[in-house]
């Protein structure tokens, strides 16, 4: 029987140059971005769930910078578009960097 929640990586890039992955988080909206990924259960969220007062287009360009920087990877889930924060590459990458930004933003 086929899988009720099908889940279909549609984007993801290399984790970039520090210098990129600082430049994409340096925006405050897409560094809104990154903290709503950051808190979901498993580092996915719908897109519309991801910003409030930007339009589409705004937040697709936003979308985009995370994404080529490697920071996430666009799935579609159940037709429905979604990021996914790429925690785990990026600590590969560079250790300690998205959890330290995560836990000042909390603090």
Known sequence: MPDTTPE????????GPVQEVLQAIADPVRLEMVRRLA?????TVRCSAL???????????HFKVLRESGLTERLSIEGQPHQRLRLSAVGER????????IQALDD
């Open 51 to 61: 910003y409030d007062d930007i339009g589409k287009s705004t937040a697709s360009h």
């Open 39 to 43: 808190a979901a259960p498993d580092l």
């Open 8 to 15: 279909e990586l549609v984007a993801v890039a290399e984790v």
């Open 94 to 101: 560079y250790p300690g960097l998205l959890d330290t930004v």
